[in-house]
């Protein structure tokens, strides 16, 4: 158990849909990380937050968007599903210190079916 | 980052050790080199990083070369729990402000009984 939760963990849905994943990251990391998991993409970083704010952005479609609250879990919506959004999406959280490397703690995923 | 090259999948008998090669030829000074492990479909693991110096905690020992060009993470006693896609990943150690992880396709180590 990394101490990162992600809720839910499958979501189905259909093409057009809106859908939320939540993220609480372990007690302390400032740092949350989404990353997309898919068959033909394999793991991609998607956007990471700091302390509420935005720091870096990946491959995140203009369609899917994030946030971070002040109780530092995170949210990522993603609109307009289309059928190639189907791919497990797993949150990552750290200390980031800035200091040095600090590893990522990954959650168990959301697995999103989209028909 | 600089990139990483690894052979897609190696097989190891249960209770022998795992070396797992990397290349990464065109790392720079700063950048450090990570290994984490995804057992099937779940969240990737952290298991181990270096800069220059060999390496060891309780899940395995990482060689980097001399010249960084190349390292190697040793599972010492596989088990067939330790069957799982293993990345090697390198990365600015310190001075940024994105740690983000960049996961080519790794190696699928497949432990055998």
């Known amino acids: 158990d990394s101490g990162v939760t992600q809720t839910p963990k499958h979501l189905i849905t259909a093409t057009g849909q809106r859908v939320t994943l939540r993220c609480s990251p372990r007690s302390g990391d400032l740092s949350v990380y989404w990353y997309q998991q898919s068959l033909d993409q394999g793991l991609q970083f998607l956007i990471q937050y700091y302390n509420g704010e935005e720091r870096a952005k990946g491959n995140i479609l203009e369609r899917f968007s994030a946030q971070q609250f002040p109780d530092l879990h995170s949210e990522l919506n993603l609109s307009s599903l289309e059928l190639g959004d189907s791919a497990l999406y797993f949150c990552?959280?750290?200390?980031?210190?800035?200091?040095?490397?600090?590893?990522?703690?990954f959650g168990p995923g959301t697995r999103l079916t989209v028909l | 980052d600089a990139k990483t090259t690894q052979p897609p999948s190696m097989d190891c008998a249960e209770g022998r050790a795992a070396n797992l090669p990397c290349n990464h030829s065109t790392i720079s000074g700063n950048e450090y080199v990570y290994w984490y492990r995804q057992i099937h479909s779940q969240g990737p693991q952290y298991i181990i990083h270096?800069?220059?110096n060999n390496e060891t905690n309780e899940m395995a020992s990482l060689i980097i070369t001399e010249d960084r060009k190349s390292s190697t993470l040793i599972l010492p006693h596989a088990t067939l729990r330790d069957t799982a896609v293993y990345y090697c990943i390198v990365r600015v150690g310190w001075g940024g402000s994105n740690y983000k992880l960049t996961f080519g396709k790794g190696t699928l180590l497949t432990v055998n009984p």
């Open positions: 270096g800069l220059k």
């Open positions: 990552a959280s750290s200390v980031e210190t800035g200091g040095g490397y600090n590893e990522q703690f």
